[in-house]
């Protein structure tokens, strides 16, 4: 065995080689989006676990700057209802792949209703065609449109505020 190859098999090594690694899926993760997400507020005290919206929402945040692909619901890209259909499939709960089965299956939730983790439905040229999941404090994070990246918006934006319809949420 060469000098080369007992050092990269050492312990040592390997610890060095796992920190590195480390450290390159901590720069991986930390790409921009529109806006920065900041972790999401633990609003219980004495919290013991995350509902399965709060799991999906914070899944769903970690998606932010994968890159838009029509039809997309993985990590290599992903449109806007496959970002909530694999954010709540990575929280357990199975829900429909595009907009429109969302907007029929999920029990609907008034706008003043929503809370962290809803599919927050959105009429886009004069039909209910676009989604994004609230992540509390008044943000959400969607897969936009071609050409950009999974992102977290402001609600009350003029665009966006203009275009909620209502959320829904997985029974």
Not at 81 to 106: D, H, N, V
Not at 153 to 170: A, F, H, V
Request: hydrophobic residues 35%; glycine residues 10%; proline residues 5%.
């Amino acid at each position: 065995m060469s000098a080369t190859a007992f050092h990269m098999s050492s312990p040592l090594a390997k610890s060095v080689s796992q920190f590195a690694l480390l450290i390159a899926l901590c720069g991986l993760f930390s790409a921009c989006g529109h806006e920065p997400v900041r972790q999401l507020p633990d609003t219980r005290e004495h919290r013991t676990q995350r509902t399965a919206g709060e799991q999906a929402a914070v899944v769903a945040a970690r998606q932010v700057g994968v890159p838009y692909r029509y039809g997309g619901s993985s990590i290599a890209g992903f449109d806007c209802s496959g970002l909530m259909q694999f954010a709540y499939a990575s929280a357990g709960k199975r829900i429909p792949r595009t907009t429109a089965g969302q907007w029929r299956e999920l029990s609907p939730v008034s706008a003043e209703k929503i809370r962290v983790g809803d599919v927050l439905f959105f009429r886009i040229h004069g039909k209910i065609s676009h989604v994004g999941m609230y992540l509390g404090r008044g943000r959400f994070v969607h897969a936009p449109s071609s050409g950009r990246k999974v992102s977290v918006e402001k609600l009350n934006s003029d665009y966006y505020r203009k275009r909620l319809i209502r959320g829904g949420r997985p029974l």
